[in-house]
């Protein structure tokens, strides 16, 4: 994959000081993440998919431009998450990172990926509303830690959650959006973080955080939910100013990549149910149990038979 080979050469330079210097506010984990996950699903599966979707492959500037967005997410998952970054202090962080006093090397090593994420930036006047955009999401998201939103309260958390942050990294492109867009893509973004949820509920309920997931007593539910929110971007996406073929092939890649193994996931679950009396009782469940192989062959085909039936 030549993202992966882009993040050695081209990421790896900014890395490697802070991997070496370490004063213990960064884990190889979050150097796993930037790397392996972050790194690549942005740039390699979404920043992809979009340049399939206009039918012109990436720029150099905007590959750029899109990983080192990518690269500071996790990071900044982990300054709200553990280190107790509230929303005026991140402003500071991402509106004067200049000016701004790191705490740490994490902080510190954020600062550096976000200034090179500005280098080629097409329009930073849009930008800094994204922003503004995205911390509010993260803000809003130390909710679940409490545990007491309501379903709606978490369905809209969820879409504002990955829909902030995929019209973030949507900026990253040169090409015009539209507004249409912006509604197909904020969606498509709240799905994928639906997803991450599903996949996650052993840990989310380890770490008691409060999701979709971990919430109900009905998986059925969730799928019917989770279905009607595919259909409802499939439906904003066929109205994209985009060739029909490419729209197509926009939809199968996250098909494959994305919806039909949360389907895999889900059928998981819900068998689980039957276990319990019918209703899904999350904390009777075991770690093996909860966590879907999405390595497993069988699970691989039924991935690749629900891709082509959404």
Same mark, same amino acid.
């Given at each position: 994959?030549?993202?992966? /080979? &882009? %993040? ?22 979050? $150097?796993?993440? %930037? ?57 500071? $962080? ?9 705490? !740490? ?26 922003? #503004? ?14 545990? @007491? ?19 973030? $990294?949507?900026?990253?492109?040169? #090409? =015009? ?18 997803? @991450?949820? %599903? ?10 955080? =409060? ?13 019917? &939910? &989770? !279905? ?55 904390? #009777? &469940? ?14 691989? /085909? ?9």
């Amino acid at each position: 994959m030549y993202q992966y /080979w &882009y %993040i050695k050469r081209s990421l790896q330079p900014y890395l490697s000081p802070f991997e070496k210097r370490n004063d213990g506010s960064l884990s190889k984990k979050d $150097f796993d993440k %930037i790397r392996k996950y972050y790194g690549l699903a942005v740039t390699g599966i979404l920043g992809e998919s979009l340049c399939v979707l206009r039918g012109k492959g990436m720029t150099s500037k905007e590959r750029h431009t899109s990983t080192f967005q990518a690269s500071i997410t996790g990071l900044i998952d982990d300054y709200f998450d553990e280190y107790g970054m509230t929303k005026e202090r991140m402003q500071s $962080f991402y509106m004067n990172p200049d000016t701004y006093n790191a705490q !740490n090397d994490a902080e510190q090593l954020g600062l550096i990926l976000l200034k090179e994420s500005f280098k080629y930036h097409p329009d930073t006047n849009s930008l800094v509303k994204l922003m #503004h955009e995205v911390n509010q999401a993260q803000a809003d998201s130390l909710l679940q830690e409490k545990g @007491n939103l309501t379903t709606q309260q978490l369905k809209n958390l969820t879409l504002f959650k990955g829909g902030s942050s995929f019209l973030y $990294f949507r900026s990253a492109f040169h #090409h =015009q959006i539209t507004d249409k867009e912006k509604e197909a893509l904020y969606l498509l973004g709240g799905i994928t973080q639906f997803s @991450n949820d %599903i996949f996650d509920v052993y840990k989310d309920r380890e770490a008691a955080v =409060q999701t979709l997931l971990t919430s109900t007593r009905s998986i059925r539910e969730v799928r019917l &939910y &989770y !279905n009607q929110l595919i259909q409802e971007f499939k439906s904003k996406l066929e109205g994209l100013p985009y060739k029909n073929v490419s729209k197509r092939k926009f939809f199968m890649q996250y098909s494959l990549m994305v919806f039909s193994r949360c389907f895999v996931c889900l059928d998981q679950l819900e068998s689980l149910e039957k276990t319990t009396d019918g209703a899904f009782q999350l904390h #009777h &469940y075991k770690r093996e149990e909860l966590i879907c192989d999405m390595e497993k062959i069988g699970n691989l /085909w039924k991935s690749l038979v629900y891709a082509v039936t959404i």
